[in-house]
């Protein structure tokens, strides 16, 4: 998405370590006509699917998710990370590793709202290893719903999730997808 793109060129900063900052317009501080547009994207891609849920992890995927969630016209659940045992049973649990905090986090949805007969697209910002699509898929596989698929805003397509995840037959639609970046010649864009 071209529009993604040029936002990432002109703002975004390549940081040691393979992190991309971007918190002056979806991190941080957020541009919410451009989550628009994004949601309208995604949109367009998924068109012909029904969706009847959006699941997204906290917490920078909330807002995006949020808007996507108005524009299909659906509601929009978010994995807790939990730092409490959950009692059993009322949840659904799964493992996250953080890849911008390096820590293992249990992540949960209620039973009450990811349902069997729910048709799911999950939407997060960024996909790097894949451990948080991977655990989101999880939860929603726990549940009995049906998995449509991933909208994610930037794929770091240098790390292995997407192809990981992609083999396993989840449909990914990458707003951006990075080939390579660093600090001196910045981000270089996958076709
Ligand atoms: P993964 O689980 O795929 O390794 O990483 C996904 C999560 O880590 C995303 O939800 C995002 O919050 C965070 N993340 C991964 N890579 C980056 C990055 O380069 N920049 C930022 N800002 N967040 C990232």
């Known amino acids: 998405m071209k529009l993604l793109e040029d936002r990432i060129r002109a703002e975004g900063k390549v940081r040691e370590g393979g992190v991309l900052k971007v918190d002056s317009f979806l991190n941080h501080q957020m541009d919410v006509s451009l989550f628009r547009e994004m949601a309208l994207e995604w949109r367009r891609l998924f068109a012909g699917e029904e969706i009847t849920k959006i699941l997204t992890i906290e917490a920078s995927?909330?807002?995006i998710a949020a808007v996507a969630a108005e524009v299909f016209g659906c509601r929009?659940?978010?994995a807790k990370k939990s730092k409490t045992k959950n009692i059993a049973g009322e949840v659904y649990t799964t493992r996250v590793?953080?890849?911008t905090h390096g820590n293992i986090s249990d992540v949960i949805v209620s039973k009450d709202y990811l349902l069997p007969t729910d048709r799911v697209l999950i939407i997060d910002d960024f996909l790097a290893?894949?451990?948080a699509?991977?655990?989101l898929c999880d939860l929603v596989r726990q549940s009995g719903a049906t998995l449509v698929g991933?909208?994610?805003a930037i794929e770091k397509a240098f790390q292995p999730g997407g192809k990981?995840?992609?083999?396993k037959g989840v449909r990914i639609e990458s707003?951006?997808?990075?080939a390579s970046m660093d600090e001196k010649n910045g981000v270089v864009f996958a076709d």
């Open 61 to 63: 995927g909330i807002a």
């Open 175 to 178: 707003l951006a997808r990075i």
């Open 76 to 78: 929009v659940l978010f």
């Open 133 to 135: 699509l991977a655990g």
């Open 129 to 131: 290893n894949g451990a």
């Open 150 to 152: 991933a909208g994610i």
């Open 97 to 99: 590793e953080s890849f």
């Open 164 to 167: 990981m995840l992609r083999e």
